[in-house]
């Protein structure tokens, strides 16, 4: 079965910082994998997904994200935060084969100081 | 933009009652899921339908949780009886089979007491 793992709980990054959130993943083959963005009292909205092909994934709101096979990660980056992304994050990893439910990671709440 | 569409948004009820919730999947979708967050779990899935088909519903205490698709514009999720420990935020989500990012919607919060 697959599994997410998101080692941080939370991050505190200034404003105009750039931002590195980290997911590794455990899965047998080439999974699907996707981030997640929900801020609160919301759902989740999606940020990116990885599925084949270039290995680094734009998102929206100038988001984006690297598969490295080798690591078994697929790190968010932004160049500089603003303000309102804070919010949770949420990495997930799919299964091939057909029934690629989500399997999501306990996420990273991110913290932007003024 | 389409949206997956949740009822009710809050719930608070007694322990035994039974709760019923709502999820109107976007048009088109033919992938329904149920999510529940908790503080002490995260997200957990809950079941899976695809062409209203339930795939998957090993994530649901079968005791008490049943979900359904009556229609393909309509996914519900009852627990009978409710328990305090069910309390959680339920999320639906939405998606077709060639596009493998999922629409969420905005979730019950249900509080059993």
Known sequence: ??????????????????????????????????????????????LLKYFSGDTLVQGIKGFEAEFKRSQSSFNLRKPSVHWSDAAEYFCAVGARGGSYIPTFGRGTSLIVHP | DARVTQTPRDKVTEMGQEVTMRCQPILGHNTVFWYRQTMMQGLELLAYFRNRAPLDDSGMPKDRFSAEMPDATLATLKIQPSEPRDSAVYFCASGRDANYGYTFGSGTRLTVV
């Open chain 1, 1 to 46: 079965a697959q599994s997410v793992t998101q080692p941080d709980i939370h991050i505190t990054v200034s404003e105009g910082a750039s931002l590195e959130l980290r997911c590794n993943y455990s899965y047998g083959a080439t999974p699907y994998l996707f981030w997640y963005v929900q801020s609160p009292g919301q759902g989740l909205q999606l």
